[in-house]
Nanobody
Framework: QVQLVESGGGLVQAGDSLRLSCAASGRTFSSIFLGWFRQAPGAEREFVAAISGSGGSTYLGDFVKGRFTISRDNAKNTVYLQMNSLKPEDTAVYYC??????????????????WGQGTQVTVSS
């Protein structure tokens, strides 16, 4: 069982930066593929970024490449999403998600077994 708790959301202006954090419980953190997803009102949940257990491989959605980065600190059981040059269309609830241990990359929410409660990010124009 993995529990995830996100933090770091808020209200910012276009062009600003935010860093989201996701703290995870569990003793097998370094074996877990982690992802960030987001969901805007009326929209489906969409893939933002993912990172392998070791942190050696990262994946980003096309619409955030060059602006967002994902990283993790396995000593702190924490994954981060650094968001730069934020746009109003980035406004959404951002969720941290974890696959089961030793699973590989997936871009699909249905493949993630554990989810945080979400943190709101609002970008004003």
């Amino acid at each position: 069982q993995v529990q995830l708790v996100e933090s770091g959301g808020g209200l910012v202006q276009a062009g600003d930066s935010l860093r989201l954090s996701c703290a995870a419980s569990g003793r097998t953190f370094s074996s877990i593929f982690l992802g960030w997803f987001r969901q805007a009102p009326g929209a489906e949940r969409e893939f933002v970024a993912a990172i392998s257990g070791s942190g050696g491989s990262t994946y980003l959605g096309d619409f955030v490449k060059g602006r967002f980065t994902i990283s993790r600190d396995n000593a702190k059981n924490t994954v981060y999403l650094q968001m730069n040059s934020l746009k109003p269309e980035d406004t959404a609830v951002y969720y941290c998600a974890a696959r089961r241990s030793y699973s590989s990359l997936s871009y699909f929410p249905k493949d993630y077994a554990y989810w945080g409660q979400g943190t709101q990010v609002t970008v004003s124009s």
